[in-house]
Structures are given as C-alpha cells and as structure tokens.
C-alpha cells in the first residue's frame, strides 16, 4: 500500500482523501495543515491531523504527499519547499507560469532525490495530454478548447470584491453554436467573445446601486470585457440552492487534414462533465500519484508532468492484464 | 530525418506514405511489397520500390519499418520476422490475440535489441489510451465504446461471400438512445443488440435470390445474428457513387462516480469522426514510429504498447515548448 499524505485540506484536500479511498492500493496516512489541527476534522477515521511544522518527521514515514492550494501564492511557495522532504504532486493550474514552477520544483526535487509531478489535474491535464495527442497524430489542423459550462472561482472572487455585491457566482460557457463551427472541420478563426459567454448571479447588498454593479462587472478589464455577459441578481436563498455546486467541464477539439491533397477531415473530440470540478482533478491527482511512484521506483527523479507519463503507469493492473483487456 | 520504410502497400501503405510527408522530422526511404516492384507505382517522387526479398540489405539503412498488413495472417508472421531486422510498428488489431502477438514480437526484438510497438491505430490504439486513462481516473464506474457509423472491412467481405452477391458494404452504426442513456451517468446494462445496428449495401447479380441474401446475412451467425440488420439492394452505380469511402468514428465513453457517497458523477468521452480510417489510423502509426526512435534512444528494447509510451515522445516539440505552450 502506497502512503498518502495531503497537505491542505479545503475542497481538494477533501477530494483526494475520497479518492484515496477508491484506490485499492493506496492508505492516507496523514493531513498536514497550516491551521490548528484541533479546528481540521476529516472524514476517514485514525488518520492523524497534524500542523505543517511537523511534517519534517513524516519524511520517511509518506511515498507521496499531495499539496493541495492554490496557484497564485500556495503551490509556488509549498511544491518547491516539500520537494526537497517528499515526492510530492500538484495541481499548479497558472498555464503561463508554469515553466517557472517546474524549475524550482525540478531543482528542489532533483536536489533531494525526489519525483515530482506539476500540474495535473484536467486543464492542465487531461485537456493538456488530449491537445498534445490530436496535435501530434494531426499536424495539418487546428485545435480548440473550450470551457464549461461551469463555475470560474477566479471570476466570481473578482464580482465578490465590487462594492455592494454580497455573493456571487460566475458561469462560463461555451458558445454551442461555436462548437457546432468547430465540429464541421471548418477550422474557424474564434475569436474570445465567439466561443465563450459569462453569466453571474449576483446576490446584492440591501440598498446596492445595482446599475453600478452591472456595469462594474461588465466593464472589468481581463476578466470580462472581451466577453457577453450576462448578470442576474437573486435572493439569497436562491443563491444558496441553486448555485451551490462546483460543476465544470469542457471540450477538446482538434481538427485535421490527411490525404496527399489534404482531402480527408477528421475530428477529435474529448470532453468532459463534471458534477464536481475539485473531486475529479483530485481523482487525476490520485492515479498520478500512483504513476509517480512507479517512475519513482524505475529510477526517474526530479519535476514532471502528465506529458512525461507512460499511461499504463496510472493503473491498478499488471501491463499484462491492460494488453489483454483494455487494449 | 528518420529514414521510414514501409512494408505492404495498400491503404495502409498509401496512408503512411501521406503521413510522413506532413512530418518535418521524417522521410521516407524505401517500400517493399510481396508484389512484382514494377507494378507498383507510389506517389512520392525518388523514393525506390523494392522486393520484399531485398529487405535484409536495407537493415541498417532504415530507422522504423511500418508494416502495413492484414491482423488476421499477415501480421503474426510478418512483425516477429521483421523485428529481428528492423525497429517496427504494425496496427495488430486482433483483440483477442493481442497477448500472444506480443510475446512473439518481444522475443524477436529483444534478441535483436531492436524496439517494437504493436497494435497501434484507433482501435486498438487511442481508444485503448482513452479507456485505461478513464478508468484510472475513476475506479468507480464503467466505460462503455460505441463505433461507427463505419465501414467495417470484416462483415463487407462476409456478406460478399453469400452466393448471389456482387459487391456489399456493411455499416456499423452505434444507437443513439444508447449513447445518450449512457451519457446521462446512468451507467446502463446494454446488450449486444442494444449498442448498434449494421447497414448493409448489396448489389445483387442478376437474377439472384434477394430473399435468400438478405436471410443470409441477418442469420449470420457471430457477424450479423446478434444485430438488429438492414439489408439495401442497391444498383452498382448507387454503390460506387455513395460507398466507395472508408469513414469511420466511435466513442469511449466513462462515467463514474466520486465522494465520500459517491454522490458526483462525471463523464468523460472521447469521440473520433474519420473520413478516412486508414489515413486515420496511419497517422496514429508515423506519430508512434517517432515515439519508438525516442524509446530506443533512451536505451528500451522489446514490445511495446501505446500504453508504454509518454505523450510528449509523440511531439515533434520539445518538452520546453510542449510544457510552455501545450501543458
């Protein structure tokens, strides 16, 4: 059995600590914590709760640990520091900085002959394994991803911090008849407003200049202005039932030509529903942890990414069962 | 440059041919053919036809030989022969008899310390990518694969072999109520019958007993009892305008189920649409053949799968690049 450890324990620690629980070759052995510990109550019993000042004497005593935060100041502070104690993985989703992060998380884990694998997840991820695969198999194409429908956080926090708004949620969403485009293997230059719409709903303070706030959302630079959006005021307890869940998903698509005249067109697709965004990337976390450890185990050190992974590594089953049965 | 040659050319042969032309870090070298050299006239300008009993002088001269075969003889005769000679790559797509494929073929590379890689293509191949990928991201659930609609070669030739027909071609078509039963998460027992229909085009000769054709091909046992079977006679002229293409497609689909209560559900699918399945499936082959070269590079000898093999040795980009652009 493989032993676990998560560190951080918000909507993706608790994610991986249900994921280890389907992974039958996998025990959680601990949840480390920047918080005092007696405030951290998990789900799976007799696994400790500990702070963050005692993982150093967990060192030998955990095969993975699983750092669980965000990317904007967590993950670029904790992969590099636990890399140098642990063979550790993470989900660091900022795609421009990503090739900063694999440089001190490489060096820290190379240093301490450590694995360590950097943002997996779905995007980057699996949206990032499936547009490096149809490029590849599709030279002479276009690929598009698309996102949604489903809740941003990022986006949300941005409407939460304009005066006057007491919670918020925002949507994206893909624009159907875009997808349509893309699917025809017309390979269409899209541009931002053309593939992806934002919908909020927003519960406002009582009293709040509501025009002030639609338009504050409306205008906001990066976040929403190249796009249509749409934004809705609800009551709070519609807010509450209603937009409580953390769905996501998206597309995928690559399309290509073949042929010595480029006369036949062919489409990829990969898409993916998500009724829980942090517990799917925590599921892909899982089954690299998994992976990790066995490149671990064939002598492999330093960063990685999903890229890097022989697929048949995530697996419960011997490579001689996958051939028989899943090839 | 890979220096590429190619065994066999029929579509395969002539969909490797345009594959390699689309990459910048290939070229072909040489096809061999069982046939008399002269009757076989390719597109690429310089390149010789050979005799497949000139092969052993060009062992040095080649750094991947695709094999461009029938699964049912020519393959398992074929890869174990060649793989002694030269680094290979075939598109084995017998399911059944894919493990001892692979134990002739190990054994020949390895005691040759040459690479080979089997059973590459869609199906098996990017499909068998997708399904381990699912699966191991979500132990519980079920994956479900649906083809079509496609040419399917196999049942064409059966229904060209009752007595009375001319010329046939058999679509396999997946249902669509069973598509989306399955993409709803309800995670459906479907049978046989359930998941596809086939389509037959005859084109009866003369004075041929339409009733018997087509009781013939419904009662066919293993290829057509188990369907629900449309059977369309046809003249030669509707036929060689409307189903002379080889398209083809599918989709893997998963759903599965995460939380302490497995209370979320996730679908994950995957889908190709082909207007032509061996330029498809080639394509799949020459990104493979790139692959290979890496693997042998970094010192692995023997059989390998598309399971054993990192995405980013698909790429002609750098793992840099690959990480900055694409993760």
């Avoid at 900022?94 to 001190?104: E, N, R, S």
């Avoid at 995007?123 to 949604?148: C, H």
Wanted: charged share 20%; aromatic share 8%.
């Amino acid at each position: 059995m493989a032993k676990i450890a998560i560190l951080g324990y918000g909507n993706l620690g608790r994610g991986v600590e249900c994921a280890v629980k389907q992974a039958p070759d996998m025990e959680l052995v601990a949840v480390f914590t920047r918080r005092d510990p007696l405030t951290v109550k998990i789900q799976t019993a007799g696994v400790p709760v500990l702070n963050v000042s005692e993982m150093e004497a967990w060192k030998d005593k955990v095969d993975v640990l699983i750092i669980c935060g965000g990317s904007a100041t967590d993950l670029p502070v904790l992969t590099p520091k636990y890399a140098s104690m642990f063979n550790v993985i993470d989900s660091f989703d900022t795609h421009a900085k990503i090739p900063q992060h694999f440089a001190a998380v490489d060096a820290a884990a190379k240093g301490a002959n450590k694995i360590a694998m950097i943002s997996v997840g779905w995007d980057p991820g699996m949206f990032s394994l499936n547009r490096v695969y149809a490029q590849s198999i599709l030279p002479e194409g276009k690929d598009y991803t698309f996102w949604g429908k489903g809740v941003s956080q990022g986006h949300s926090d941005a409407v939460r911090r304009i005066k006057g708004v007491k919670n918020a949620k925002q949507y994206t969403c893909p624009v159907e008849s875009a997808l349509e485009a893309v699917r025809s293997g017309s390979m269409p230059e899209l541009t931002t407003r053309q593939k992806h719409t934002r919908l909020v709903y927003v519960v406002a303070e009582e009293g709040a200049d509501k025009a002030y706030i639609e338009n504050a959302i409306k205008t906001m630079p990066n976040y929403f202005d190249e796009y249509d959006t749409t934004v809705n005021f609800i009551s709070e307890e519609e807010f509450n039932k209603n937009h409580s869940g953390l769905a996501h998903g998206g597309f995928v698509i690559r399309t290509g030509k073949t042929g010595m005249n480029k006369e036949h067109t062919h489409v990829i697709e990969y898409s993916l529903k998500l009724d829980s965004n942090p517990e799917f990337t925590t599921s892909v976390l899982v089954a690299y942890a998994r992976a990790a450890l066995r490149m671990k185990a064939n002598g492999q050190t330093g960063c990685k990414t999903v890229l890097d992974v022989p697929p048949a590594y995530l697996s419960t089953l011997s490579d001689e069962d996958l051939r028989a049965h899943c090839l």
